[in-house]
């Protein structure tokens, strides 16, 4: 993860004193309501269609998502570039690209 994006969002954060607001469970839930924002861009019309038309409002909330998954990490002492490699790991165990590659059902189904 590029460390200064990190501190420059930490930063952000800590000028104004709001890392007392920022604790495990309401950075979680802030987390699924900038999701559940970015999601609403998507509502009732086709993919191209929220992009021709939201894409403005799409990039301020996945940067929003991203930010508070970065202010969730820190709070929880997690390095990002670890638990990322660790999933992707995962991911590549459960979705062995011969039985995976082109199909879109869950691992369990393959």
Known sequence: M???LKMRITKFRDDRDWAQF????DLAISLSLEAAELLENFQW?????AL???MEQIKDELADVLILSIL???VIGVN???IID????KNEDKYPVDKAQGRKEKYTEL
């Open 45 to 49: 019309v086709s993919s191209e269609e």
């Open 72 to 74: 969730l990490s820190d």
């Open 80 to 82: 990002l570039d670890e």
């Open 86 to 89: 660790e999933k992707l790991k």
């Open 52 to 54: 021709q038309n939201n």
């Open 2 to 4: 590029n460390n200064d």
């Open 22 to 25: 920022h604790n495990p469970k």
